[in-house]
């Protein structure tokens, strides 16, 4: 029943906690996760379950990878769940409805021919993710939680996106 993705993705299930603060005396987190997405360029949706009895449902990863892959270059790449997991986050601490996704996979290439993209951006490593809560100002969405997640959290005034990464712990306003 439980394969070897799955355990390989377990350790992420620990590091979690580094994210959401314990609520129950276990893992301290629901085993059972759920997201709701928008890709905004594309307008392809995922609305899935993609964690059960505290184990990533693999398919459902690699369709949310799918739905956030690079769409300028028709490429994939495996999304890090626990990107999947500040999602849900997102959702209990704003809203139960959709989240807009503006970027997730990235190719070099891709990255390379934006503007104000970093070289060695997160977004090529599949490691990072643009989001945008709809009725929830981005500046305040980055503020909340450039102190709870132990990565890179970028504000970007006026452009209606927060980007967030399991890069190195950092903050930047761009
Ligand atoms: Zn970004």
């Known amino acids: 029943?439980?394969?070897?993705?799955?355990?390989?993705?377990?350790?992420?299930?620990?590091?979690?906690?580094?994210?959401?603060?314990?609520?129950?005396?276990?893992?301290?987190?629901?085993?059972?996760?759920?997201?709701?997405?928008?890709?905004?360029?594309?307008?392809?949706?995922?609305?899935?379950?993609?964690?059960?009895?505290?184990?990533?449902?693999?398919?459902?990863?690699?369709?949310?990878?799918?739905?956030?892959?690079?769409?300028?270059?028709?490429?994939?790449?495996?999304?890090?769940?626990w990107l999947m997991d500040l999602v849900f986050v997102l959702h209990w601490e704003y809203n139960k409805d959709e989240i807009k996704i503006l970027s997730g996979y990235r190719t070099p290439q891709t990255n390379a021919q934006l503007e104000g993209a970093a070289l060695n951006s997160q977004h090529v490593r599949a490691m990072a993710l643009d989001i945008h809560i709809p009725d929830v100002d981005s500046d305040a969405v980055a503020r909340d939680f450039k102190t709870f997640i132990y990565g890179g959290t970028g504000m970007y005034p006026g452009r209606g996106f927060t980007h967030f990464d399991f890069g190195p712990l950092r903050s930047w306003v761009g």
């Not at 590091?15 to 629901?30: K, N």
Request: charged share 20%.
């Open 1 to 81: 029943m439980i394969d070897r993705r799955v355990l390989l993705f377990g350790t992420a299930a620990a590091a979690v906690e580094v994210l959401a603060p314990a609520t129950s005396a276990d893992t301290g987190f629901p085993s059972r996760r759920w997201v709701k997405i928008v890709f905004v360029h594309t307008g392809e949706r995922f609305n899935n379950l993609y964690c059960a009895d505290g184990a990533y449902i693999i398919p459902a990863i690699q369709q949310f990878s799918w739905t956030c892959r690079d769409f300028r270059a028709g490429q994939w790449k495996w999304i890090h769940p």
